[in-house]
């Protein structure tokens, strides 16, 4: 069984900054891409940010420039540092990898961007 745990969400007041964790655990053979995901109020799931196991990396638009993704393959674990958060950054963050060729998904993690 394999699983995907979410860390590090929490309240930050505009300008500032959080780093989102996501730790892979099970019978894992090989990651390929892993990804961070955010779903806001009454919004659809969108992308934020991708890392292939190369580590290409492509970043939705809103976000470049401000958040960071990157990974340890030896710690099976995906990061995604989050600078300059606004107010519309605020959502549930998930994490999404492609593990033994199968996709799973993390449960999210909340962040609340407020002063």
């Known amino acids: 069984q394999v699983q995907l745990v979410e860390s590090g969400g929490g309240l930050v007041q505009p300008g500032g900054s959080l780093r989102l964790s996501c730790a892979a655990s099970g019978n894992i053979f090989s990651i390929n891409t892993m990804g961070w995901y955010r779903q806001g109020p009454g919004k659809e799931r969108e992308l934020v940010a991708t890392i292939t196991r190369g580590g290409s990396t492509n970043y939705a638009d809103s976000v470049k420039g401000r958040f960071t993704i990157s990974r340890d393959d030896a710690k099976n674990t995906m990061y995604l540092q989050m600078d300059s958060l606004k107010p519309e950054d605020a959502a549930v963050y998930y994490c999404?990898?492609?593990?033994?060729?199968?996709?799973?998904w993390g449960q999210g993690t909340q962040v609340t961007v407020s002063s």
């Open positions: 999404n990898a492609q593990i033994n060729l199968w996709s799973y």
